[in-house]
Each structure stands twice: as structure tokens, then as C-alpha cells.
């Protein structure tokens, strides 16, 4: 096949990991456009993909006003940012596919929903665990009927103690104003994920969760706003200390990659401290502007009576999500690697075991990052949309799955979908 041309809408980090794939695969995709409004990240791309000068932009917006010069667009924007580059890569009849969540809001999905079947535009928004290896033979499994029927999942997000504080304390995900509510922005492909398995629609939620521990009165005695400042008895006492995950935990190891790369773009000991002293990665994690909760559970009803609930916790190892799906003549337990299949019958066990061993950018995820960005580009080639494992219409049915469970959290009442 030809290769795919492809432009990408924002080279952040997932921006910049799903053009990965043209690097390795450049005889299926090649990447041809960049926008972006940081000029390290801008000129890093365009370097790595020899974009020309003519089509490296500082706003998404000048590269969609330009006849169309692709066949597919990765949108990868800040969460709050999707609605209008989405809208207007429609009109303009490019493949879309858009970083998760779709939007913050479920009047900004519908309009994109609208949009693309308006246009016909081959569309996937990033629910990566779908196209894991895991997900694959689970799914395999459940056709098979190795458990039977379906009638629960309970499925545990653990998000990792340092993750929470990096990301949704004092990263781009903690406010929800300025991005989205937590269970959207690091959940909603969960939530995707059990409407997938369940194969079945979800119809009523309720959900109970706070901002429990990082606020100010859960401060140690002492503390200082930034971890800098801090007294030395204080700041090593403390597992969320800057210092410790990001300079005695990653650069002094020699580590340089995620999350600390986030921090500052060439990490060292000596960038890293000075980004510690003056931006938002060196802040104390009790005197920080978030304002998502740290955890929260999610009690869901499918059609006929099946249930499943899904935990989201921020006060655990960084480690795989687990997942325990309950059927009719079996179990499964899931560590997002292993599948063990308990038969009622025979009382025997058989597991599965799916691991990757893939350390590189697109080995995120399981293994999903890989296979979402290598089932889009087969999907554009050949123009299929069915080459993808979801499209706009279901993924706006988990969508709204996520926003009723929000507003179930607000209002401390079960929601009917």
C-alpha cells in the first residue's frame, strides 16, 4: 500500500508517540504536517520527520485552513482543545483520529459525533486498551464461552501514587476547568473498556469519590510550597517530594524519559532543579490549584440486570489495572498481562499469558499504543472503518457512560442512561 500521509495537531507526548509509528513504518505512514505552539516540541518533530517549512505551524488552526494536503489527522491537543480542531479537520474530509477523551463536554462529543458522520470521515478517538493483547484473547475467550454468560466485571484502575501526583496534582490534569473531571480525563477508556467486554448497553450509574488527601490541611507540619524549600526532615519523609520522583528518583539514576521529560525537555540535574524551582512540577502537592478527586468508584447496570463496578484509586503502586469477570460457568482474573480461566465444571484453571516485551513509546499501554496507530493507518489505506475496533457512535454511547457517573458523584443519585 501507499503510505499514509498523515498531519499531526499537537507534538506533546502522545502526539509525538503515535508519530513514532512513521518511524519505524515509514513505508505505511508519513508525517507530513505539525502544529503546535512550543517551539521545542514544534521544531523536534519537524526535525525527526523532515516536515517541510511549509507545513510546520505554531496553531492548528493555519494548518487547517490549508486545502487539504493529508489523508488522516492525529489530534492531540490539550483535553479542553479537541471540539474545534475536530470539527474543522471534519469539514475538511481528513481521517481523524483523536486523543481521548473526545471532549470535556457531552454537547462538545455530540457535535463531533454529528460532524464526522456529516462529513464521512473515518474516526477513532485513542482507546488504547482496547487493542492490547490482553483485551484481544479476553475477548477471544468470552466468544468462546469459556465462562458462559456474563453477569459481573469488577475492574481496578491504580493509578499509582507518584502518577496522581505528577499528572492530576501538579500536571496538566489536575483542574478540572483548565482540562476535565478525572474520571473523563484518566478513566474514560475504563470505562470504554467494560462497555467493550460487556458487549451490551449500560443502563444506569452511580458513583461515590472525593479529593480526599491532596489539599492543604493534609499538609505535614512544616511543609513548604515548594519541595525545594522544604525542610530536609520534612521533604524526605514525604513520598510525593519532587526531589524524590523526579531527580533521586529518575536524572540521578540516568533515567531521562517520562514523566521527567515532562518537567523539562532535556533533562539534567542541573535543568531539572531550576524547573523544580520555578515551575508547576516543584510545587508541594498540599499547596497546589487541583481540584479532581483522588479516587472514586462506579457501580454500572448493562442490559438484563448484568453489573460492573470500576475503581479508580490514586494511593497504590504504579502498576496494571486488574480486572475479575464473572460468569456463568467460570471466572477470569486479569493483572493486564495474565488471564487465568477458572472452570466451575472441571474445576481446573488455564491461564493466558499476553505480555510484550516492548519498551519503546508505542509499547505503552499493554501494547495498545502500538495497535491503535497501526489499525488506524490500516483502516485509512484502505479505507475501512471497520478495521477499527470502535467508531462515533459507541464511543459516544462510554462517553456518556462517564458523564452520568460524574453527575451520579455530584448529586449522590443514580443516574438512568
Same mark, same amino acid.
Given at each position: 500500500m501507499d503510505s499514509v500521509k498523515v498531519i499531526v495537531a499537537g507534538a506533546g507526548s502522545r502526539g509525538a508517540g503515535y508519530s513514532q509509528y512513521a518511524l519505524e513504518h515509514p513505508d505505511q505512514m508519513t508525517v507530513v504536517g505539525v502544529a503546535e505552539p512550543r517551539d521545542y516540541f514544534r521544531e523536534k518533530m519537524a526535525a525527526e520527520h523532515n516536515i517541510p517549512?511549509?507545513?510546520?505551524f505554531s496553531d492548528w488552526r493555519e494548518m487547517a485552513a490549508r486545502e487539504k494536503?493529508?489523508?488522516?489527522? *492525529? *489530534?492531540a491537543t490539550q483535553d479542553a482543545m479537541h471540539e474545534e480542531p475536530a470539527l474543522a479537520f471534519a469539514e475538511r474530509k481528513y481521517a481523524i483520529l483523536l486523543e481521548k477523551p473526545m471532549a470535556p463536554t457531552a454537547e462538545a462529543c455530540e457535535h463531533i459525533v454529528e460532524a464526522v458522520k456529516k462529513n464521512g470521515n473515518l474516526f477513532a478517538v485513542?482507546?488504547?486498551l482496547r487493542y492490547t493483547a490482553y483485551t484481544r484473547k479476553l475477548k477471544e475467550l468470552l466468544a468462546q464461552g469459556v465462562v458462559g454468560e456474563i453477569i459481573g466485571i469488577d475492574r481496578v484502575e491504580p493509578v499509582g501514587f507518584w502518577h496522581m501526583a505528577h499528572s492530576f496534582v501538579r500536571g496538566n490534569w489536575r483542574?478540572?476547568?483548565e482540562s476535565s473531571f478525572m474520571l473523563l480525563a484518566k478513566?474514560?477508556?475504563?470505562?470504554?473498556w467494560i462497555h467493550h467486554v460487556m458487549s451490551s448497553k449500560c443502563t444506569a450509574v452511580s458513583s461515590f469519590g472525593s479529593l480526599r488527601h491532596f489539599e492543604p490541611g493534609q499538609a505535614p507540619e512544616g511543609a513548604a510550597l515548594r519541595c525545594l524549600d522544604c525542610p530536609s526532615l520534612v521533604e524526605k519523609n514525604c513520598p510525593y517530594s519532587a526531589l524524590r520522583i523526579y531527580l533521586r528518583g529518575c536524572v540521578e539514576r540516568?533515567?531521562?524519559g517520562w514523566p521527567v521529560d515532562v518537567v523539562t525537555p532535556e533533562p539534567t540535574i542541573e535543568s531539572v532543579t531550576e524547573a523544580l524551582r520555578v515551575e508547576p512540577y516543584g510545587r508541594c502537592v498540599y499547596h497546589c490549584d487541583n481540584n479532581v478527586v483522588d479516587h472514586q468508584v462506579v457501580s454500572m447496570e448493562f442490559e438484563g440486570g448484568k453489573t460492573a463496578t470500576f475503581t479508580m484509586m490514586a494511593f497504590t503502586?504504579?502498576?496494571?489495572?486488574?480486572?475479575? *469477570?464473572?460468569?456463568?460457568?467460570?471466572? *477470569?482474573k486479569g493483572d493486564g498481562s495474565k488471564l487465568s480461566?477458572?472452570?466451575?465444571?472441571?474445576?481446573t484453571t488455564q491461564v493466558y499469558d499476553t505480555e510484550l516485551q516492548d519498551s519503546s513509546i508505542l509499547g505503552g499501554h499493554g501494547g495498545g499504543d502500538y495497535g491503535l496507530i497501526h489499525a488506524f493507518v490500516q483502516a485509512v489505506a484502505a479505507n475501512d472503518q471497520t478495521l477499527l475496533l470502535t467508531g462515533a457512535d459507541e464511543t459516544l454511547e462510554s462517553h456518556l457512560m462517564v458523564f452520568a457517573a460524574e453527575q451520579a458523584r455530584l448529586d449522590g443519585k443514580v443516574m438512568n442512561l
Open positions: 517549512s511549509d507545513n510546520v494536503f493529508a489523508d488522516a489527522v *492525529i *489530534i485513542c482507546h488504547v483542574n478540572e476547568q478513566s474514560c477508556h475504563d470505562m470504554d540516568g533515567y531521562t503502586q504504579m502498576e496494571h489495572r486488574s480486572d475479575r *469477570i464473572f460468569g456463568t460457568r467460570g471466572e *477470569i480461566v477458572y472452570d466451575f465444571l472441571t474445576d
